[in-house]
Nanobody, 116 residues
Framework: QVQLVESGGGLVQAGGSLRVSCAAS?????MGWFRQAPGKERELVAR????????YYLDSVKGRFTVSRGNAKNTWYLQMNSLKPEDTAVYYC????????????WGQGTQVTVSS
């Protein structure tokens, strides 16, 4: 069982930056960052493995968002720069605990709101 606790969301003006963090209680194979905007389906934003290999960025965030694993064990980050109103959503971290598994542990979500 892995518990994920997110922090760092908030309200920012367009063009601004935010960093969301995810503290995991245990080791995972990979961490995915998802978001869900009102009335829209949840989408994968970025994915990074335990080794630090970044395997995915959503096209609309490439060049603006950076996913990373912190020096502290089991801490993960999503740095979001040049934010746009369309980035407004609840952001979730999700752990893939094994190499062949699905995202089986989820954080509680943190709201990111970008004003125009």
């Amino acid at each position: 069982q892995v518990q994920l606790v997110e922090s760092g969301g908030g309200l920012v003006q367009a063009g601004g930056s935010l960093r969301v963090s995810c503290a995991a209680s245990g080791r995972t194979y990979a961490m995915g960052w998802f978001r869900q905007a009102p009335g829209k389906e949840r989408e994968l934003v970025a994915r990074i493995t335990w080794s630090g290999t970044i395997t995915y960025y959503l096209d609309s965030v490439k060049g603006r968002f950076t996913v990373s694993r912190g020096n502290a064990k089991n801490t993960w980050y999503l740095q979001m720069n040049s934010l746009k109103p369309e980035d407004t959503a609840v952001y979730y971290c999700a752990a893939q605990s094994t190499v062949v598994g699905t995202y089986n542990y989820w954080g509680q979500g943190t709201q990111v709101t970008v004003s125009s």
